[in-house]
């Protein structure tokens, strides 16, 4: 298909559908179970639960810090939102629309789900392509989508500058000719050339250096209302999570530890891996040092993960009921939940609040 | 045997002089390393700071000479008591994995995508060390729990696409430990690993640096890593180390205004809602060797004198250095 001139002008935000209220993206029951083939004849023998029912809801313009466990399936649940990968089970509704439909039976189609929705990658080195300048690398997508080669170009350019690289220096240059910082930086230029609603961040500053990460989240922010924007922002760094997000949402081993408003979780954290988590950041004080890790012990692993609740093998906290059953979520506050037997009145848990009569 | 094992225990285990590094390709040359002094004893941690594409990776690939041919190397680089510049392609195979192991910023590109993590490391030990193919493979077991990958066992046969971030990069530690390193170098090793597995990751680090009596030179990002594990504490700035000193002074106050912007915009609990500091403008071009501070057009508190000629090295009190005519030791 070649686009008409009158095609050619800047790509536009895909308009708002369900007004203000409805979520951008809910997800229910998210499951995505890898396959272990082994033997002689590769046969399934086992599989790993990376994502085991998973729900998150985004909201329109704000910014969802995920964090948890390495292992535990944050990037699996990326490439799930981005429909990289597909789902075991689970749905998806963005803006009130079910993804995956079909003229028929309404929703939206993959299609122009995926120009919506866009991903910052971990591995910043594996996911650019070596034989591409950086100047073709961010012009590719907008090309594809019919945008003429001076005009992608032209905007290449000006997300360069954007993302703090000055064209001049960097447009021609192939990504080994790159910091790793700097290829990152390109990453997330990349991401925006579509002009999408909702960025998928897996881990965008954890290769920078403090100053450009200050940078790079004043300049997420800017684009976040330039562009009116809505973020999931995967990373490792509690300090970074606390700074960026509205709501923050902890995974351990494929499921949902606990969610809430960023306050909640950082001033009352009621799983107890949350409370690892919070008390295992480094301090920059050498005299504080640290001889013990909070949390010891082997992460349990996701081909076979324990009964009952999956933490419960390095919890502090565990007593029997723990082994027995699944934790369901327990509300809090407003919007905030854990999956905790030991915050869930009449649990059976020793911690657990009485049921008020 | 290598040539390590009979270092006098005082004599340092790097020392590098005046250190350059060019790119030269056919059209432009990058100044990625311009004049670099570095000191690292025996059993010390060394942290390496700085601004992102300062050449903190391209230094530790050429204390191991692991740079592409167009890579234009100059000064002197001792490692071990031996000169690396000047050491053939078989005496590097020896080196690299015997004397010095080195954990890479991105796993992906380290670890082989045909092998299984277990034959990697069996293959390092059964390389070095003329251990039987059984030995080597008990080792490599050995190596997988001492870095606690859950299920060490059945990961042996994994590939490493199927491993996550975090299980990739202790893969990499435990490869990188397999032949008893006496200088380990590590870029970035912790980043993608979450805090409670990063904590876990740097004791160990810790523990087997102090049990084996290595010295480490550590490159990160993070302020807090440094805080944790570090003797002391270099950071670089395009190209050249802007300030040096023990941990505990660094952090409590940094000398040089390049470390001092680095600490300012560092991200902490409380800052939500306000706009972070940012050190203003862009690092320089590396494309012409600075012949001043490179620093100046960014910094606070420069004067004109900056201007003339690149500064320094002075010393600041015990152990301490930065590159800054105006820096004023406490
Ligand atoms: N293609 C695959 N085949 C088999 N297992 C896989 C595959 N991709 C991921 N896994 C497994 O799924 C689990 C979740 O991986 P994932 O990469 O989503 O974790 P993560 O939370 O992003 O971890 P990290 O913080 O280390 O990046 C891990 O146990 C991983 O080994
Ligand atoms: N093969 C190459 N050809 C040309 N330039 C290169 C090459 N490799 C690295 N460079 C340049 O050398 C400089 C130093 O790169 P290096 O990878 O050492 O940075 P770094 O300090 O490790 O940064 P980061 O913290 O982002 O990893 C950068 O400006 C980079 O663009
Ligand atoms: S449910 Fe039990 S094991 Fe799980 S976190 Fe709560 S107390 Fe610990
Ligand atoms: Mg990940
Ligand atoms: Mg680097």
Redesign the pocket.
């Known amino acids: 298909m070649v686009a008409s001139p009158e095609d050619m002008t800047q790509l536009t935000q895909a308009p708002d559908r369900g007004g203000p209220a409805q979520p951008l993206l809910e997800v229910r029951g998210l499951v995505k179970h890898f396959p272990i083939r082994g033997g002689l004849f590769g046969r399934q023998v086992a599989v790993v639960r990376a994502v085991d029912g998973v729900d998150l809801t985004i909201r329109k313009g704000e910014t969802l810090g995920i964090v948890g466990e390495s292992g535990c399936g944050k990037s699996t649940t990326a490439r799930l939102l981005m429909r990289l990968l597909d789902p075991d089970a689970g749905e998806m509704v963005f803006d009130g629309e079910s993804v995956g439909g079909n003229d028929q039976a309404g929703g939206i189609a993959l299609r122009d789900y995926r120009r919506q929705v866009q991903m910052v990658f971990q591995d910043s080195y594996a996911s650019l392509n070596p034989r591409l300048t950086i100047e073709e690398t961010i012009a590719f997508a907008p090309k594809v989508h019919g945008v003429s080669p001076t005009e992608a170009r032209e905007r290449s350019h000006d997300l360069l500058a954007a993302v703090g690289l000055a064209p001049a220096q960097f447009a021609r240059r192939y990504p080994h000719e790159l ?3 700097q290829r990152q930086r390109i990453n997330i230029a990349r991401a925006l050339a579509l002009q999408p609603r909702l960025v998928i961040l897996d881990e965008p500053v954890s ?1 920078l250096d403090k100053s450009v990460e200050a940078q790079v989240l004043n300049l997420l922010m800017d684009l976040k209302e330039k562009f009116g924007l809505t973020y999931a922002f995967i990373s490792h760094d509690l300090n970074v999570v606390q700074y960026i997000s509205d709501r923050v949402l902890v995974m351990y081993l494929g499921k949902v530890a606990e969610t809430g408003p960023v306050e909640e979780i950082y001033d009352r954290p009621a799983h107890p891996y949350t409370r690892a988590l919070l008390a295992s950041r480094p301090s920059m004080d050498p005299s504080k040092r640290r001889t013990e890790p909070p949390l010891t012990g082997d992460p349990p692993n996701p081909v076979n993960p324990p009964s009952g609740c999956r933490f419960r093998t390095r919890c502090p906290m565990a007593e029997a009921v723990c082994a027995e059953r699944e934790p369901p979520s327990a509300h809090l506050t407003a919007g905030h939940e854990a999956a905790c037997h030991a915050v869930m009145p009449g649990s059976g848990h020793g911690a657990a609040p009485r049921i008020a009569a | 045997m290598s040539a390590a094992l009979k270092m006098d225990p005082a004599a340092p285990l790097v020392r590098a002089r005046d250190l350059s590094v060019r790119f030269v390709n056919r059209d432009t040359t990058v100044h990625a390393v311009n004049g670099v002094d570095l000191d690292l004893a025996q059993g010390e941690v060394l942290c390496l700071l700085g601004e ?1 594409g300062s050449g ?2 391209v230094t530790l690939r050429a204390l191991m000479k692991l740079l592409p041919k167009q890579a234009k190397v100059g000064g002197s680089i001792e490692v071990a008591g031996r000169d690396v510049q000047a050491m053939s392609e078989r005496q590097l195979a020896d080196f690299r994995g015997g004397d010095v192991a080195m954990i890479f ?1 991105e796993p992906m590109t380290a670890l082989d995508p045909v092998f299984t993590i277990g034959r990697q490391i069996a293959e390092a030990v059964q390389r070095h060390e003329g251990a039987s193919r059984s030995a080597a493979d008990a080792r490599a077991l050995e190596l997988l729990e001492l870095v606690q990958i859950p299920s060490a066992k059945r990961r042996l046969a994994a590939y490493p696409h199927e491993l996550s971030g975090g299980l990739r990069q202790r893969a990499m530690i435990a490869v990188a430990l397999a032949c008893k390193p006496k200088l380990l170098l590590a ?2 090793p912790t980043t993608a690993l979450d805090a409670t597995v990063q904590i876990q990751v740097l004791l160990l680090l810790r523990e087997l640096q102090e049990k084996l009596g290595m010295g480490v030179i550590f ?1 990160t990002h993070d302020l807090g890593v440094a805080g944790e594990i570090a003797d002391r504490v270099a950071v670089m700035y395009a190209g050249r180390v802007v300030e040096e000193g023990p941990v505990g002074p660094f952090m409590a106050g940094p000398l040089h205004p390049y470390p001092q912007g680095l600490l300012g915009a560092t991200v902490h609990g409380g800052m939500r809602g306000k706009r972070l500091t940012t050190i203003p403008g862009a690092p320089p071009s590396l494309e012409k060797l600075p012949e001043a501070c490179s620093f100046a057009p960014r910094c606070p508190i420069a004067e004109p004198a900056c201007q003339q000629g690149v500064p320094e090295a002075r010393p600041m009190g015990p152990g301490r250095m930065a590159r800054c005519i105006r820096a004023v030791a406490p």
């Open positions: 910091s790793g910082g290769a | 992102s903190k990776s910023q870029d970035e490159v």
